[in-house]
């Protein structure tokens, strides 16, 4: 079973509409929850950043965490055009240097 | 906004030939990182670095890489001896705190022909 696991997409919404977009994972030692969006041919960049369980929002974007399921989501509102890209969850494992896991990606088109 | 730069953006070389990849990490920042993303698949830790040697690397980091902080910003990756399937983006990262966000730079796409 992978560590992390994420649909990899596509996933085609219309502009305005609300994005669900998720990873699971097996292992209940990761502590640390990120969501990265990636552009073709771009790094990665930091969306979210949390730590426990629950909610975080900031803007358009929702960030849920689901210890228990092992499931985190993110939730983007009013979806455009300009969200089109790869979105990158990844998670630390507290070891080591806390490298990051990384979920496979799931590619996201938001039509006009 | 400080952020993390790689150099090239796009080098293209023989297979077998020594590529040098460039880093420079966030300034105030002390710990450092390469990952790598083959075209369509995830992006894969390869070694993290800190206080000037590598704290972890994964099984993909074998004797034909190595890394580098020849001076106080530089960050380097080595691939001695450059394969076909070493054909990835690479990227750095560099985080201030081990727990923290880490930021990634834009990459540096190699072709190994």
């Known amino acids: 079973q992978k560590e992390v696991e994420q649909d990899p997409g596509p996933l085609s919404v219309p502009e305005g509409a609300i994005v669900s977009l998720n990873c699971t994972y097996s292992?209940?030692?990761?502590?640390?929850f990120m969501w990265y969006r990636q552009y073709s041919r771009k790094g990665p960049e930091l969306l979210m950043y949390?730590?426990?369980?629950g909610n975080k929002e900031d803007g358009r974007f929702t960030a849920q965490v689901d210890k228990s399921s092992k499931y985190i989501s993110l939730f983007i509102r009013d979806s455009q055009p300009s969200d089109s890209a790869t979105y990158l969850c990844?998670?630390?494992?507290?070891?080591?240097?806390?490298?990051?896991?990384f979920g496979t990606g799931t590619r996201l088109k938001v039509l006009a | 906004e400080p952020e993390v730069t790689q150099t090239p953006s796009h080098q293209v070389t023989q297979m077998g030939q020594e590529v040098i990849l460039r880093c420079v990490p966030i300034?105030?920042?002390?710990?450092f990182y390469w990952y790598r993303q083959i075209l369509g698949q995830k992006v894969e830790f390869l070694v993290s670095?800190?206080?000037?040697?590598?704290?972890?690397k994964s099984e993909i980091f074998d004797d034909q890489f190595s890394v580098e902080r020849p001076d106080g910003s530089n960050f380097t990756l080595k691939i001695r001896s450059t394969k076909l399937e070493d054909s990835a983006m690479y990227f750095c990262?560099?985080?201030?705190?081990?727990?923290?966000?880490?930021?990634f730079g834009p990459g540096t796409r190699l072709t190994v022909l």
């Open positions: 990844a998670m630390i494992r507290p070891s080591g240097t806390y490298k990051y896991i």
């Open positions: 670095f800190y206080n000037n040697e590598i704290s972890e």
């Open positions: 300034s105030n920042h002390l710990y």
């Open positions: 292992n209940s030692a990761f502590q640390y």
């Open positions: 949390t730590y426990s369980s």
């Open positions: 990262a560099s985080t201030g705190e081990v727990t923290d966000t880490q930021y």
